[in-house]
């Protein structure tokens, strides 16, 4: 659906949630990235979860991340508020081999291309934890700017860390594309 040099976003079918739900079962990749505890849940109430919000695209719009023709993570919008014209983004690729080689950064791209030109989106933010680097950088390096932090906000795997909000506007990526900005 939406194709970059490397990465597909396309829509999540049923042979993908298998090994969706391994990657949710994996408590380091879980603990990198969710602001809940991990959790043991079985596929069936994983699969349960999961078609919720795959049948309510206009909530929460998720994607498989392919890459070579495999899955290799997902990433979302959510959190659409109608009014303010903003969406929280999400993201985690599940195969380790592709971890900080760019698949991120890219599918992160053309997710922002997704919330901007189609979805008209006038600002995409996320929130991160104070010691993923990797996640950190690879998000400014699609634009995303800190826009503060909640200290000692989550206990994530054995401490407290600080939550790191980051967005960006519409005008922000309409300038790195050297596009007018509209807002
Ligand atoms: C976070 C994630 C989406 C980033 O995608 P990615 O493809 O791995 O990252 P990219 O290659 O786009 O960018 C990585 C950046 O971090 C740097 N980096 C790579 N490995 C790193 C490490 N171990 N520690 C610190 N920085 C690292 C890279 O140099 C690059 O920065 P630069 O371009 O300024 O040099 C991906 O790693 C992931 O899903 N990880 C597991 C789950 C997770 O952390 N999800 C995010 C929750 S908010």
Same mark, same amino acid.
């Given at each position: 659906m939406l194709k970059g040099d490397k990465v597909l976003l396309r829509a999540v079918t049923e042979d993908d949630l298998a090994t969706m739900w391994s990657w949710d079962s994996d408590i380091e990749l879980v603990t990198l990235g969710d602001d809940e505890p991990p959790l043991p849940r079985t596929l069936e109430s994983f699969r349960e979860q999961i078609n919720k919000h795959l049948n309510k695209p206009e909530e929460a719009s998720i994607f498989a991340i392919e890459a070579d023709g495999a899955l290799i993570g997902t990433c979302s919008l959510f =959190?659409? %508020?109608?009014?303010?014209r903003t969406a929280e983004l999400g993201i985690s690729?599940?195969? !380790? %081999?592709?971890?900080? !080689?760019?698949y991120g950064r890219e599918a992160v791209r053309l997710l922002l291309e997704y919330a901007f030109r189609? !979805?008209?989106? =006038?600002k995409v933010y996320l929130s991160t934890f104070d010691d993923n680097e990797r996640a950190i950088r690879s998000y400014m390096g699609c634009g995303f700017v800190e826009e503060g932090r909640l200290r000692e906000h989550i206990w994530v795997d054995g401490r407290y860390k600080d939550m790191v909000y980051m967005g960006i506007m519409r005008s922000e990526w309409a300038a790195q594309k050297g596009e007018p900005a509209q807002t």
């Open positions: =959190h659409f %508020d109608p009014t303010a690729i599940g195969d !380790r %081999d592709y971890w900080g !080689r760019g189609y !979805r008209n989106q =006038h």
